[in-house]
């Protein structure tokens, strides 16, 4: 008789403040795919790299499982600067 073990299972690496490509080749390089894409704005991550991941970062998952990310646009512009500029545009276009 040969009793299974289940699955392997691997440990989530660390993703935060990387981009898209790095994550997925590191999550590649230890049996695990890149999952869905979420996008918010961030004050403290820069735009384009990897606020957090779900399941988090050190957990143990089954191989082959994927892990969702969620991806930093930036800081959340302010809506104030952009009236200004608006603004001018439009005197100008006006005049």
Excluded at 26 to 44: A, C, H, M, Q, W
Aim: charged letters at 30%.
């Amino acid at each position: 008789m040969v009793v299974s073990e289940g699955p392997e299972m691997v440990r989530i690496p660390f993703l935060e403040n990387l981009t898209l490509s790095a994550a997925k080749l590191k999550l590649e390089n230890v049996g695990l795919k890149l999952g869905e894409k979420k996008y918010r704005y961030s004050d403290e991550v820069e735009a384009d790299k990897i606020i957090y991941s779900q399941p988090f970062a050190d957990e143990l998952i089954p191989r082959n499982s994927s892990v969702d990310v969620v991806v930093s646009l930036g800081k959340l512009p302010q809506v104030s600067d952009k009236r200004e500029e608006y603004k001018s545009l439009l005197d100008q276009l006006n005049e």
